[in-house]
């Protein structure tokens, strides 16, 4: 090989990998908790006393500054119209993102779009739901459900988190 060539090659190589870290990333969010290292969410379904006032919850907490604030998108997977659901919202210390359970029927893939600036239309990480996932579970009370949020995000984090 030329070396010249080989010289080319291997600096192109080099820019890839150092781009790679810095290139957004897309997730598919299969369960009712997500975490990788910087970064946790996990859902849960608040009951009303009626469906109309179900609120489904997702408490996201984020300590890397990579994904300091979370945007949230609803989308119809037909018409790929996309409604903003919750605007840039700082995540860091942990935030609660409320739902109308009804929401979902009409757009029901979430994004959740994760950025160190707030810029929602440059997202680092991106986790998509189709859906409330069938594992979410259900609370009578707000007490109940931050336990459980609590509980959930602790052991996500410990086998998801350092994936």
Not at 29 to 44: I, Q, S, T
Request: aromatic share 8%; proline share 8%; glycine share 8%.
């Amino acid at each position: 090989m030329n070396p010249r060539r080989a010289i080319a090659a291997i600096a192109l190589c080099a820019s890839i990998a150092h781009a790679a870290p810095d290139a957004a990333r897309e997730v598919h969010g299969v369960a009712d908790a997500y975490a990788r290292p910087g970064v946790a969410l996990a859902w849960g379904i608040l009951r009303g006393k009626s469906e109309a006032e179900t609120v489904v919850v997702v408490r996201v907490e984020a300590d890397a500054p990579a994904y300091a604030f979370v945007a949230a998108d609803g989308i119809d997977p037909f018409t790929q119209q996309r409604k903003a659901i919750q605007p840039p919202t700082r995540a860091s210390g942990g935030v609660d993102l409320l739902f109308p359970r009804s929401h979902f029927a009409d757009l029901p893939r979430t994004e959740f779009r994760f950025s160190a600036t707030g810029n929602a239309t440059s997202p680092v990480l991106t986790v998509y739901y189709l859906g409330v996932p069938d594992t979410t579970p259900e609370f009578p009370t707000q007490d109940a459900l931050g336990r459980y949020l609590n509980d959930r995000l602790v052991r996500e984090r410990a086998t998801g988190g350092t994936k």
